[in-house]
């Protein structure tokens, strides 16, 4: 007997519970010490380089104030990179390094940004963790402004680029070790699953070169640095216009979500089983789409088809559907029409559902071509058909039907492996090998094997027109 039938779902569901709090308290404890010591690397470095080494110019109050107020409204400022974020703060921090002495800026950059914090910090919005970590977060000045001081560089001067590109070097260095072992201490993240982030620096590299235009024209003018505030305020234009853009597609996605939802009551208010059969293809097409590891795009595209790939079914009479023996040749004609009804009804929805439609139409398309309605073979068939056909095939054999009884699991999972390479992609069979083992989630187990778990081998009908394998 399956150890997870002694599991109730109330004592699982707290177990599970008790375990997230748990995880959640020693992974706050986690992140709070790894940025305190961070944060305290940071100052004793910064305090260090401030107080020993040498400062090639005095401190101007009017550059302080300036290069201050201009850091702080960039700070503020976040704009998209990719599916990343960034600040435009390298606008200003350019400057600073020609403006203010050297050896201080690490440390007014770490003042700016605990400022930045102050408003909310009053109103106790923020824990004790954000502001070490933004004070953390200020370890990417360290590496420019040591290059800067062990060069002896006080003014800008484009002949001496080598210490600029290594100035940039530094601070990239400085600031992805930081970063990198930030998140593998205090979150568990391997530096190496954290490198492709990597390229984010080139931005920073693109804003470095304005700051340096900005720094040339700006010594012995330090107002002229607020110049760059008109490309600050650019960048978060064009930031909060693409975020309305991915507000509407979302209000959009959900609308289309709540259309697919209800096509779904319809399909079983028509017909309970098909209704029922319809979302348990959807758990367990979610499950193996993840499996595969594929997109968010390919695996909502999986979620609707495999909730609607029998809306075509409306359209069949239920005369057909809840027949007991086996269909005639005109009958079987009409049931696979049922995938291209689909389609049309989709595509009458538009939008998304209508590239959904394209999906359902491929829902009953084998592997090795002999499928329908269009005969399509191997990677010709959208992965997302191919992923609903083998669940639709699990759901419909593990399922009690006019015609015969339910499989049992493991006759159901024999049966996807005999055809497996001939109606079945075989990576898509395997997937759902993995999601039903007894170390797959129990939710989903107990969702989709809990009617077949206690049941004794089951007959087969004998009618030769419907092999187990094959749904319609």
């Known amino acids: ?255 289309y979500r709540g259309t697919a939802l209800l096509l779904g009551d319809v399909i079983e208010s028509d017909d309970q089983y098909t209704g029922t059969h319809s979302r348990e293809v959807v758990d367990l097409a979610l499950a193996v789409a993840d499996s595969l590891g594929v997109d968010a795009r390919c695996r909502r595209n999986v979620e609707f088809a495999a909730l609607l790939h029998d809306v075509g079914k409306l359209r069949v009479p239920k005369s057909i559907i809840n027949k007991a023996g086996g269909l005639d040749a005109a009958e079987w004609a009409i049931i696979r029409r049922h995938t291209i009804e689909g389609e049309a009804m989709l595509r009458q929805v538009g939008g998304l559902l209508a590239t959904v439609g394209r999906y359902v139409r491929s829902s009953h398309e084998q592997y090795d071509g002999s499928g329908y309605p269009d005969g399509l073979a191997g990677e010709a068939i959208p992965v997302e058909s191919r992923i609903v056909c083998v669940c639709d095939a699990y759901s419909a054999m593990t399922s009690d039907r006019s015609y015969r009884l339910a499989l049992t699991h493991r006759e159901a999972i024999a049966e996807l492996r005999r055809c497996a390479g001939t109606q079945f992609d075989p990576r898509v069979v395997r997937a759902v090998e993995r999601c039903l083992t007894p170390r797959s989630s129990s939710r989903l187990r107990a969702g989709i094997r809990r009617r077949f778990s206690s049941r004794a081998t089951a007959t087969h009908s004998s009618a030769p027109e419907r092999p187990p394998a094959l749904t319609v």
């Open 1 to 255: 007997m399956d150890i997870d039938s002694y599991e109730t779902p109330d004592a699982e569901n707290l177990l599970i519970a008790g375990r997230d709090r748990h995880g959640e308290r020693n992974r706050a404890r986690r992140l709070l010490a790894t940025e305190a010591a961070t944060a305290l690397v940071f100052l004793a470095a910064a305090v260090a380089l401030a107080t020993l080494a040498p400062w090639p110019r005095s401190l101007s109050l009017a550059a302080v104030l300036v290069t201050g107020a201009g850091y702080l409204i960039a700070a503020r400022v976040t704009f998209p990179v990719g599916s990343a974020i960034t600040f435009p703060t390298q606008l200003v921090f350019v400057p600073m390094l020609f403006l203010l002495p050297a050896p201080l800026v690490p440390l007014i950059v770490a003042g700016c940004s605990v400022l930045d914090l102050w408003p909310r910090l009053i109103r106790r919005q923020l824990t004790l963790t954000r502001v070490l970590a933004r004070i953390g977060d200020s370890s990417y000045a360290l590496g420019p402004a040591l290059v800067f001081v062990l060069a002896g560089e006080h003014t800008l001067s484009w002949q001496r680029w080598p210490v600029l590109l290594l100035a940039f070097a530094a601070q990239v260095v400085c600031d992805s070790s930081s970063g990198l072992a930030r998140s593998w201490f205090a979150e568990g993240i391997a530096p190496s699953e954290q490198l492709p982030m990597l390229w984010l620096y080139l931005t920073d590299a693109c804003l470095a070169c304005v700051g340096l235009l900005v720094a040339g024209a700006s010594i012995g003018r330090p107002g002229l640095v607020l110049l760059v505030l008109p490309i600050v305020g650019l960048l978060w234009l064009f930031a909060r216009e693409r975020e309305q853009r991915i507000d509407s597609e979302l209000a959009l996605s959900s609308a």
